[in-house]
């Protein structure tokens, strides 16, 4: 064998070992994905790992932080912290842990912001309500139930810890606001075990982290009539998006549609909106905010946004027309010149 042609078969050993060792190494690298119902809903990891096993544990840490928050703020659980809130916080104070405390005193705050709009006090008659069995309160139980939703009635003490009713009836859900702290600790999460792209999904709600390797994230939000079909899709990197909608938990009944966003006004299903995603840095936020959208309708829910710089909206109203906040809204040929 001469010279070039040793050459030449030794390249070719090499390029073979190569190929040999890209599947294997593809292989460690990966993404990992799972997704698993819990919280009443479908919670979904999907990460990048360099290795599968670091991977699938880091994977189970974010299942294992949900059922955590979940035991501790599920009114569906009698032994949940939330649950004894709920039976006692009328007669007297509830000592409660630092983290449903924090949660109560955000949602507190977005009551403030959204005028009453998230309120967490809605449950006195949201609990009226089972989906799966097409169970709704009668008009006079609504007309007495709604005499206890308003978050004023919720008193935190911070230097007891302490959460309190002011109101015999009073009792608070965080329906609206805990799917969205259980992706943002779920990422928190990945974060400090090294991982640098995941997406996290509880429901309607997502915490993105870094982009999709080199790409933006593509997060769709769903056609609100068409089951399955995507209306809109919204490029993302690092950021949160939540969508609320009326097509998540209901039943029609005689042409009227019940569904799970509770207008704190009337104690009926808010009207108007089909569906409405808020975007922006914080899953709590952006939670709570979709709700909010949801229940303020388009005017004023975008006109809310439209105050807030790291938050945008796309909301579909009920003839299926669609709406964006001012930050998103298409350049004008002017913006141009
Ligand atoms: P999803 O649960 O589909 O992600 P949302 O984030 O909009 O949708 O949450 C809806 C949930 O919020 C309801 O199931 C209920 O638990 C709670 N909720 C309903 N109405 C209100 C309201 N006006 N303010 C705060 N929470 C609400
Ligand atoms: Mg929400």
Do not use: C
Not at 23 to 42: C, I, K, N, Y
Not at 253 to 282: C, K, N
């Amino acid at each position: 064998m001469d010279q070039q042609s040793k050459h030449n078969s030794r390249l070719g050993l090499r390029l073979v070992t190569l190929l040999l060792l890209v599947p294997g190494s593809a292989a460690l690298s990966d993404w990992v994905s799972d997704t698993r119902p819990l919280m009443g809903t479908e919670v979904s990891v999907h990460l990048w790992s360099e290795d599968a096993e670091q991977g699938q544990e880091a994977l189970e840490a974010v299942f294992a932080e949900t059922a955590r928050i979940d035991r501790l703020m599920s009114t569906y659980k009698d032994d949940s912290e939330i649950s004894r809130v709920n039976r006692v916080a009328a007669t007297r104070a509830v000592a409660v842990g630092e983290e449903l405390f924090q949660l109560i005193q955000r949602s507190l705050d977005i009551s403030v912001l959204t005028l009453g709009a998230f309120d967490i006090t809605f449950d006195s008659v949201g609990q009226h309500y089972d989906f799966r069995s097409r169970q709704r309160p009668d008009s006079e139980t609504v007309e007495t139930e709604r005499e206890n939703i308003d978050y004023r009635y919720v008193r935190l003490t911070k230097a007891s810890g302490t959460v309190a009713f002011l109101k015999e009836g009073v009792r608070i859900n965080l329906g609206g606001i805990a799917k969205g702290y259980v992706v943002e600790r779920g990422v928190d999460i990945l974060r400090h075990l090294g991982v640098q792209h995941a997406i996290v999904s509880a429901g309607g709600d997502s915490r993105l982290l870094g982009d999709r390797r080199g790409r933006p994230w593509m997060v769709g939000i769903r056609d609100p009539r068409n089951d399955g079909q995507v209306a809109i899709s919204v490029p993302l990197v690092d950021e949160a998006i939540s969508t609320s909608g009326d097509y998540e938990r209901y039943f029609d009944e005689d042409g009227v549609r019940y569904h799970h966003i509770i207008q704190p006004t009337t104690g009926v299903p808010a009207s108007g909106v089909h569906s409405a995603t808020v975007f922006g840095p914080d899953a709590v936020i952006t939670d709570a905010l979709s709700t909010s959208v949801f229940v303020m309708g388009v005017k004023r829910g975008l006109t809310l946004i439209g105050t807030l710089p790291d938050y945008e909206s796309i909301v579909i109203d009920s003839e299926g027309r669609v709406y964006y906040s001012d930050g998103l809204q298409q350049p004008t040929a002017e913006a141009f010149e």
